[in-house]
């Protein structure tokens, strides 16, 4: 009988608590496992189902570097400030000017 019920022991043949096969002579199943049931010294051509250990696992840790690029845009903004500084100077001009005064001393008449 197959049982796809026990995962990586699927495709053999696993007895539950039942009388074995004639093949067995009639080996009950607890008897099957033990030492004196399927020693080589004992009933010759009597074949033995597998005993199923329990399973052990093994760990392997890998460490896997996987590369992920990020882009991170960096604007610089550059803020001109213009600071207009305002100076006087004192421009100095001349002018001139001309007033004409007469004076008529010693005059006769209206002349």
């Known amino acids: 009988m197959f049982n796809s019920n026990y ?10 608590e039942k009388e074995t096969k004639t093949e067995y002579k009639n080996v009950t199943s607890t008897d099957m496992y033990s030492s004196s049931a399927c020693s080589s ?3 010759p051509g009597v074949m033995c189902p597998p005993i199923y ?12 570097i996987h590369e992920v690029p990020h882009v991170c845009p960096i604007n610089t903004r550059i803020i001109n400030h213009h600071i207009y500084r305002h100076t006087y100077s004192p421009c100095y ?19």
């Not at 250990?53 to 460490?63: K, T």
């Not at 001349?94 to 209206?110: A, K, P, S, Y």
């Open 41 to 43: 010294e004992s009933i």
């Open 53 to 64: 250990e329990c399973p052990q696992e093994r760990q392997i840790h890998r460490q896997i």
């Open 7 to 16: 995962g990586m022991y699927s495709g053999y043949e696993v007895e539950k």
């Open 93 to 111: 001009t001349c002018c001139e000017e001309n007033e004409i005064c007469n004076v008529n001393e010693g005059c006769c008449g209206n002349f």
